[in-house]
């Protein structure tokens, strides 16, 4: 994959609601350091809000060890075991002392195969984030971040997204408060009647060449 920018988004970016921050973070770039200095990076395409005084937040009724890093700063990324199996991300959000966050379901990765990691599970597996990972600064010294939208997809906005309930959650189903990129192919569950498109052509426009 081709390199991405070492720019990243400032902690104050985060410091911010999450129903705020997730519609932002669409066509933002995550990316992570290999040990052998390679940059793996992907187009961020999905993602949902969630805040502690709703039922399906993890923070929703008590704060324990497991979910300790959601009630800290914002600007790092929470990663929880969803099922005992699958490692799920997120990014905290908004301020201290309040359970506040955005999970990342989907990331497209430009020149690959789609779908690679169209889900909570397989973003985690495609970019090796496991548990190690909680509580650390979103950052490119810890060598997991995310940068801004690259020049080919600033011109993304409201638009250009469809605002859904979310999904797999048996509480808080109500909230519209999942987004998604409707011009991805990568899209982990797309609402039904909304047919994906025939290409990933934001792709083609020239982000695969320069991020």
Not at 115 to 136: E, N, V, Y
Not at 152 to 174: E, F, K, V, Y
């Amino acid at each position: 994959m081709a390199n991405s920018p070492s720019k990243h988004l400032p902690q104050s970016f985060f410091a911010r609601p999450a129903e705020v921050v997730a519609p932002e973070l669409i066509g933002c770039l995550l990316v992570k350091r290999q040990a052998d200095g390679e940059l793996v990076w992907g187009v961020i395409v999905e993602t949902e809000a969630y805040s502690q005084e709703e039922p399906a937040c993890h923070g929703y009724r008590r704060r324990t060890p497991s979910n300790e890093t959601l009630f800290g700063e914002p600007g790092r990324f929470y990663v929880y075991v969803s099922y005992g199996i699958h490692h799920c991300v997120n990014v905290v959000t908004h301020r201290a002392e309040w359970a506040n966050g955005v999970l990342l379901r989907a990331v497209a990765f430009p020149g690959e195969p789609e779908r690679l990691a169209a889900g909570p599970a397989l973003l985690a597996r495609c970019f090796g984030i496991d548990r190690s990972h909680d509580a650390q600064l979103v950052h490119p010294d810890q060598g997991l971040w995310i940068a801004p939208r690259p020049p080919a997809l600033a011109a993304l906005d409201a638009a250009d997204l469809m605002q859904t309930s979310r999904i797999g959650i048996s509480q808080g189903q109500d909230l519209p408060w999942r987004w998604y990129w409707r011009a991805s192919r990568s899209v982990s569950r797309r609402v039904r009647g909304d047919r994906p498109p025939a290409q990933e052509s934001w792709i083609v426009s020239g982000l695969v060449a320069d991020p």
